[in-house]
């Protein structure tokens, strides 16, 4: 079976993350894999041939660039025959859309994966647009909520639920590649203040005591909102405690040797940040954005979770988890069994069951 997964890019983000991985996990199952990439953004390793058009729209950024590359993802989807073509971009210009799911792609073999609670990104504008374009195709949604907002607003019968994958194997040497010392509590991801809501963070932090028991705060990553980030730690005069880290291409060691990793996000769809932490080892405090963290953590078995935009309820939780030693120790055991179900093999066995169903 040959399957193309297209993808916005392959850097940066847990969502390109976890498209990334899932080329792994489908090359595993003995698929023949291609992805194709809009964006000359290749970060992450990745299983299968790749064709990066990114690369094309480096050298003619223009709409008969575009034109272009267009026809080239054409002719190679024909060329290849693909059996499935599994589609992991943001999709929000109806015409444009249209054209590529009626012309380029074949509506039978096509999944739309949406992997944010912000579905208008994965969406055309124009509802009845998009209800042409995905009604004969499968969606996969990376979580219950995910699947319940697209359910609500489309009324689709053809939604499903594929959580994203944890590579057990490879984070475990990942994560005990180099030493980390100190206390901390971590966040890592991109530094996006409107998506990722670091403020939150770095106010609840300020007003917890946090500081006064020596723990400190890591901020991993980069983004558009770092210096902003930086000048108002230093405006609040914390900018000793709060450390920022350049992106890494391997932070699991950070991950692991944390007290805490923390996620405030304003909306997610299955965070990576979370399910790795929990991997390593290591708990977890999140907001309850729409999506993703309830279906993730049991609040006070292997994490805390706490009210949305409330930097009080977050302030407490991390004092919790610092001061609380026998909340902490049992956390800490339930970590890494309580996102075992995610495995690479198990959600191997769910892509399977349904590439094999519609194609037989």
Not at 84 to 110: A, C, G, H, L, Q
Not at 120 to 145: D, H
Not at 299 to 308: A, D, I, R
């Amino acid at each position: 079976m040959k399957i193309a997964i297209i993808v916005s890019s392959l850097g940066e983000g847990g969502a390109e993350k976890s498209s990334a991985i899932l080329s792994f996990l489908l090359y595993n199952l003995g698929f023949e894999i291609h992805i194709i990439s809009i964006l000359d953004k290749i970060e992450y390793p990745y299983k299968g041939e790749l064709l990066n058009l990114g690369i094309l729209k480096n050298k003619e950024d223009s709409q008969i660039g575009r034109f272009k590359r267009m026809l080239i993802l054409k002719k190679y989807i024909r060329n290849n025959n693909f059996d499935w073509v599994i589609d992991n971009r943001t999709r929000m210009s109806s015409f444009s859309e249209y054209v590529i799911s009626k012309y380029i792609f074949n509506p039978k073999k096509s999944i739309y994966v949406v992997r944010s609670s912000k579905i208008e990104l994965y969406f055309p504008k124009i509802n009845f647009i998009a209800k042409k374009i995905y009604a004969n195709s499968i969606i996969v949604a990376v979580s219950k909520g995910v699947n319940t907002l697209i359910k609500n607003k489309f009324q689709y019968k053809n939604v499903l639920t594929i959580y994203n994958p944890i590579n057990f194997d490879t984070i475990e040497i990942d994560a005990n590649a180099y030493n980390v010392e100190g206390k901390y509590i971590i966040a890592y991801g991109r530094i996006d203040d409107q998506v990722k809501n670091y403020s939150l963070l770095i106010d609840a932090y300020c007003i917890s005591n946090l500081i006064q028991k020596n723990v400190f705060l890591y901020i991993l990553g980069k983004g558009k909102d770092v210096v902003f980030l930086k000048n108002k730690v230093k405006n609040n005069g914390f900018e000793k405690h709060i450390i920022f880290h350049d992106k890494m291409t391997n932070p699991f060691p950070f991950v692991k040797n944390a007290i805490a990793t923390v996620l405030t996000s304003r909306f997610e769809g299955f965070p990576r940040v979370l399910i790795e932490s929990l991997a390593v080892g290591t708990p977890v405090i999140s907001v309850d954005c729409e999506t993703g963290p309830r279906e993730i953590i049991k609040n006070k078995f292997n994490g805390l979770l706490v009210e949305n935009h409330n930097s009080n309820a977050l302030a407490d939780a991390m004092q919790l988890m610092v001061t609380d030693t026998d909340l902490y120790i049992n956390l800490k055991k339930n970590a890494k069994k309580s996102v075992e179900h995610l495995s690479m093999e198990n959600i191997a066995q769910q892509w399977k069951k349904v590439l094999e169903k519609k194609k037989t």
